[in-house]
């Protein structure tokens, strides 16, 4: 330890935070103390700065011991460095006041640990990942429906929603040995700052399409890429069916499977109708299948999100429908009690409604 002290002129008299690398996992954050991590593994120097990256700028000065000489580099070059085969060791000075203070997750952290500890909630101590899985689809799509509504007030409440998920999964992930939030945190801030090296390193990049290309590339290469790994891998499977056939069709898309224009996918959706109708029931499924995967396609050529489009013609027929049932109730009627064109007629009236709202007519 002495010579640590010296090599990187420490004065115990200052305080001094001792933390091994193996121990960043469960750290709560730099304290107002110099950081020593001694005798650290060159493969596991990219961990250290992810771990570290949530509590320090990216361009905090890290000083090195290499090979018995000092370096000093910036925190999100430290991984990127040739450091040798040897056990090296790092220093850094606390962060500035700013830095500490500007990540507000603690108190959150801190809820969920105390709702799933002993003397928690018994319905938050009984989740899984597993049992969470259907609330964190509700929470994203619930977050949506509040960007089409363009209310932030509820968006805000809605994210709120969402980040609750994250944390929790983070917090059982934690109480397994697993990870928790800081890596979380830290696993995304090291991705953004590599996946931008136009932002953060020396590449360049003037368009969104270029930034795209380099994206997918970096991350090729990230997953061990050989050339040999399909356009199509991690695509997710949890993914709305739309909006995984949109997603599929648009990576296919980028090497040039693609229609020239929407005449093409126009007419394919032409004949898988037509494949449909003429379908005997064993086949139907198949066919209607790709009679969707071809409207799919019309749509990306078109410009239009499949998957917001049917949203939005769902909630627009939910509200048509409603409006029948209303109109029908003034009567003391419902649905079942009339025939196809009296709701169609109520249907038909309710759409001029609709359009007087729109364009503020009587």
């Not at 070059?77 to 790092?90: M, S």
């Not at 410009?303 to 009567?331: C, H, I, M, N, W």
């Not at 038909?348 to 609709?354: A, F, L, T």
Request: proline residues 6%.
């Amino acid at each position: 330890m002495e010579d640590l002290l010296r090599a990187f002129d420490i004065h115990l008299a200052d305080g001094l935070e001792v933390r091994p690398a193996a121990r960043l996992r469960s750290w709560a954050g730099p304290a107002e103390l110099p950081l020593l991590i001694p005798g650290v593994l060159p493969g596991d120097l990219g961990a250290v700065q992810r771990a570290l990256l949530p509590y320090y700028p990216a361009d905090h000065p890290v000083r090195v011991r290499a090979e018995g000489r000092v370096h000093e580099v910036p925190l999100d070059g430290l991984a990127g460095q040739n450091w040798g085969e040897y056990r090296i060791d790092l220093f850094l000075a606390p962060p500035a006041r700013a830095q500490r203070e500007r990540w507000p997750l603690d108190p959150l952290v801190e809820v969920m640990d105390r709702l799933r500890g002993p003397d928690g909630c018994p319905w938050d101590r009984e989740q899984t990942h597993e049992t969470l899985r259907r609330y964190m689809l509700e929470e994203a799509y619930e977050a949506v429906e509040a960007i089409d509504d363009g209310d932030p007030d509820h968006l805000c409440e809605e994210l709120g929603d969402v980040l609750l998920q994250v944390v929790f999964h983070a917090q059982i992930a934690r109480e397994a040995g697993r990870f928790d939030m800081r890596d979380v945190v830290a696993g995304i801030t090291g991705k953004l700052i590599r996946r931008h090296p136009h932002v953060f390193g020396d590449a360049s990049a003037e368009t969104a399409e270029e930034v795209t290309r380099r994206w997918d590339a970096i991350k090729r290469a990230e997953r061990g890429g050989t050339g040999e790994e399909s356009l199509l891998s991690g695509v997710s499977r949890s993914l709305p069916a739309l909006s995984r056939a949109c997603e599929l069709q648009k990576r296919a898309a980028g090497v040039g499977f693609d229609w020239e224009d929407a005449e093409g996918p126009a007419a394919k959706v032409r004949e898988e109708l037509a494949e449909v109708l003429g379908a005997p029931p064993g086949e139907r499924e198949a066919e209607v299948g790709d009679l969707l995967f071809a409207a799919v396609n019309l749509a990306r050529k078109l410009g239009v999100d499949p998957e917001l489009a049917l949203t939005r013609a769902s909630a627009k027929f939910e509200q048509r429908f409603r409006y029948v049932e209303r109109r029908l109730a003034e009567k003391g009627l419902r649905p079942a009690d009339v025939s196809l064109a009296e709701m169609d007629a109520l249907w038909e009236e309710g759409k001029r409604v609709e359009l007087r709202k729109k364009y503020g007519g009587k």
